[in-house]
């Protein structure tokens, strides 16, 4: 029986275009390198939670399966689906058996993790019945997809017709899709709003994290303008930095993960009673991380994931010039 597999193509489907253009499929994660080179399970575990962090571990396991998955589990001639949230309408092919890891400059999207694609056809998702819609409604990266799914696709690209629902199979199942266009929204959002923070320029961006610290219940002080100060912010409960916590942030604002010599230098500045924050919107290396996880002097590396959830968290404390900065409006949603 043939096998099938969604991938998606970044949050709404953004890359949806490049993965044609491309004719392959892709995911992120790229600071892992090339994965063929974790020989166990245990190997990948641990390289994810080096760069990755392990926060949440029921999305870590999830991450780690997704990555197992693409690189072991699709098989040549496996079908391949991707998903356009603007066209509405699902690009379908099939695996050539080719995963590579391509250099920053060679990436898809944003993506480097590669499996290459023949392109078949394209399907309206109108095309669908209302329970296979459901079915590749998952918000995961990848996933696999069940025969009577795979048979489904496989007669659109045919040109075969759906057969009429009966009456129970045509009610959508609302709390299902409720759910996922939930998802849909909250990922989607962080997306945008990381977008907005990349484009700030280094000043502002120095502005916002001042802005953050004092909606977390400090007073700040931003360093003047002039040659790299190597502390960008001051944080401390009385604004001089005489009573602890007293929190030095230095802030890099650039494209490229942050390598190791910029955080040991930075931990290097740390006096007893310090603690540190990095924050680097092009990430980390793994060296990186390791540098700040053996500090003695406790140092917390921000990227920019976890600086949006932290805007998030804490915006309803934001003062005016942190709202003017990032200027956000409050989405509700139904509780049930």
């Known amino acids: 029986m043939k096998h099938g597999w969604m991938i998606r193509a970044g949050n709404g489907g953004r890359y949806f275009n490049d ?5 392959c499929v892709a995911i992120g994660w790229n600071n892992l390198g090339d994965l063929r080179q974790y020989t166990s399970n245990e190997a990948l575990r641990d390289a994810y939670v080096e760069y990755f962090g392990n926060a949440k571990p029921g999305r870590t396991a999830n991450a780690i399966a997704m990555i197992r998955k693409f690189r072991d589990d699709i098989q040549q ?3 391949l ?4 949230q603007e066209h509405r309408e699902y690009l379908v092919g099939e695996d050539l058996g080719q995963y590579e890891f391509r250099p920053e400059t060679e990436q898809v999207g944003e993506f480097q993790h ?3 694609v023949k392109w078949l056809g394209r399907v309206s998702r109108d095309l669908f019945t209302q ?3 459901n079915s590749m409604g998952s918000v995961l990266t990848v996933f696999s997809l069940s025969g009577t799914v795979i048979d489904e696709v496989q007669d659109r690209l045919a040109g075969k017709p759906a057969q009429t629902p009966s009456l129970t199979d045509d009610i959508p199942t609302v ?3 409720f759910e996922l266009l939930r998802e849909e929204v909250v990922s989607r959002g962080h997306e945008l709003i990381k977008d907005k923070i990349q484009a700030l320029d280094p000043e502002e961006m120095e502005e916002l994290t001042a802005a953050l610290l004092r909606a977390m219940g400090y007073q700040t002080r931003v360093s003047a303008r002039g040659p790299d100060r190597g502390v960008d912010v001051l944080a401390s409960p009385d604004g001089l930095g005489l009573t602890e916590p007293r929190i030095k942030a230095e802030v890099k604002h650039r494209n490229g993960s942050m390598g190791s010599n910029p955080i040991r230098s930075f931990i290097g500045a740390l006096r007893e009673g310090d603690r ?4 680097s919107t092009g990430g980390f290396t793994r060296e990186a991380r390791y540098e700040a996880e053996r500090a003695t002097i406790p140092v ?3 990227d920019i994931d976890l600086l949006a959830d932290l805007v998030v968290a804490n915006y309803e404390k934001f003062d005016i010039e942190g709202q003017r900065l990032l200027p956000l409006v409050k989405v509700y949603w139904p509780a049930e």
């Open 300 to 302: 917390t590396l921000i």
């Open 175 to 177: 709390e299902a899709e």
């Open 81 to 84: 689906i991707t998903y356009s």
């Open 114 to 116: 590669i499996r290459k």
């Open 276 to 279: 540190g924050l990095f924050i």
């Open 19 to 23: 993965f044609k253009e491309a004719n």
């Open 131 to 133: 329970s296979t819609r």
């Open 77 to 79: 001639g496996d079908l």
